[in-house]
């Protein structure tokens, strides 16, 4: 099945998917029935190795809805992939 990720705002991006997001094409991947988030995440590797995911506090969003790693995806969904953003100033 195919997955479309529209977008992808996490740490570790390669120049490969940079250049093929900045083009306006959204990425799409195959994935197997009942591949779940975490898996599709380890192969896009984009993020950083799995066990940083639950400290770079990874938000997936399913067709505008926040997901868990254990989401089950199906065919047709479209993936939003972030990290919260966070600023502050310096006193």
Do not use: N, W
Request: proline content about 5%; aromatic content about 6%.
């Amino acid at each position: 099945m195919k997955i479309r990720i529209k977008s992808i705002f996490a740490v570790g991006f390669t120049e490969k998917l940079r250049t093929l997001l900045a083009s306006g094409k959204d990425l799409i991947m195959e994935a197997e029935p009942g591949t779940k988030i975490l898996e599709l995440l380890e192969k896009i590797r984009s993020p950083g190795p799995t066990k940083s995911f639950d400290d770079l506090m990874i938000h997936v969003f399913v067709i505008g809805k926040q997901k868990g790693f254990d989401y089950e995806l199906r065919p047709r969904d479209v993936l939003d992939i972030h990290i919260p953003v966070s600023g502050g100033c310096l006193l």
